[in-house]
């Protein structure tokens, strides 16, 4: 039955900073909020160490997250361990298609964060935050006198060569192609005054070794007569994707990185529907936890404004009443 659809003012889909910052902020708001997600924590829970995030000077990033996902429901917020499969805009309201069941809102709150573009080899996973990671900005402090790999030829791993070199007392930045792959002008020529920053080119990657974590990398061409690298650390920065598919669904606008566009509160060019975290173009390039969580208050607040403004968003498709006479 229509009426048999459950109900909520916010429908927040995503699990990590953004997503509990804005069922956080939603709660105090008073509004009834519903959070779903499959992959707890987002890409902070897989981390490792943080220790750029205000009032912890070190924290495991999957602790951080369960500080968070705790604080929510402390205030009674709904959270579904599953994954939105499909989003449907309705006149005055949204309605999200999990596996098991349907839940209609007046407003959604997107913050699926991106997918990490990874180099595909065994343990790469299991011994992220061991020795491999995703960040240069999030973990090059924990790198200070190591030896770290580079893997990508893009401004991105040029940059956190750089920003790497600051501790690390020698990076390898590691590419396939015979040339970087256009990086800014700037960035270029402080790569080329960073003497610790050595650059191998036409070179890969192809396994990665050690016990309980990343010890050592092997390599397709030899370097200094032998194909193992030893390191103490290896970011993989070759890309990542928004996961912006729920946004498609209903029409929002993206950019030309597939990033959701949104103003400075959040709103996207739907109507009801906001975006908080890395899928965004809200923050630029700086795509941390810290700028996730600003963004997942944000969004909460200007769907309180929305729905405050608009209280009977959904109830005239819920009462069954034609789909013309809801409230858009």
């Known amino acids: 039955m229509e009426g048999q659809v459950p109900q909520y003012d916010v429908l927040i889909v995503g699990q990590g900073a953004a997503g509990f910052s804005a069922a ?16 707890f924590g987002g890409e902070t829970a897989i981390g490792g160490a943080i220790e750029n995030y205000p009032g912890f000077p070190s924290i495991d990033g999957f602790d951080l997250m369960l500080k968070m996902r705790e604080q929510v429901e402390g205030y009674g917020v709904e959270i579904i361990d599953e994954k939105v499969d499909a989003l449907t805009r309705l006149p005055g309201c949204f309605q999200a298609e999990t596996e098991e069941a349907s839940y209609r809102g007046k407003s959604v709150v997107l913050a699926v964060g991106r997918e990490r573009r990874k180099l595909g080899l065994p343990m790469e996973e299991e011994w992220t935050g061991r020795g491999v990671s995703y960040c240069s900005v999030c973990d090059a402090p924990l790198y200070r006198g190591k030896t770290a790999g580079v893997v990508g030829g893009g401004n991105a791993a040029v940059e956190g060569a750089i920003l790497l070199a600051r501790y690390a007392e020698k990076v ?19 790569l080329e005054d960073t003497p610790n920053v050595e650059v191998l080119l036409s070179t890969q990657v192809t396994a990665l070794q050690g016990e309980t974590g ?109 789909l013309e006479a809801a409230v858009v």
Do not use: W
Not at 24 to 39: E, H, P, S, T
Not at 172 to 190: K, N, Q, S, W
């Open 24 to 39: 956080l902020y939603a709660a105090r708001y008073q509004m009834k909020a519903v959070v779903f997600g499959d992959k």
């Open 172 to 190: 390898y930045l590691v590419y396939r192609g015979d040339r970087l792959t256009r990086p800014e002008p700037i960035a270029l020529r402080m």
């Open 214 to 322: 990343l010890d050592a990398v092997s390599l397709d061409r030899p370097l200094n007569g032998s194909h193992e690298l030893t390191l103490d650390g290896l970011f993989v920065e070759i890309g990542a994707d928004p996961r912006s598919k729920l946004g498609q669904d209903v029409g929002v606008a993206l950019n030309d990185q597939g990033e959701i566009v949104v103003d400075k509160l959040m709103r996207t060019s739907v109507e009801g529907v906001f975006a908080a975290g890395d899928l965004t173009d809200g923050s630029g390039n700086l795509k941390q936890t810290v700028t996730a969580a600003a963004q997942g208050a944000l969004a909460a607040t200007s769907a309180y404004e929305l729905v405050s403004t608009h209280p009977c968003r959904c109830q005239c498709h819920a009462m069954g009443y034609p």
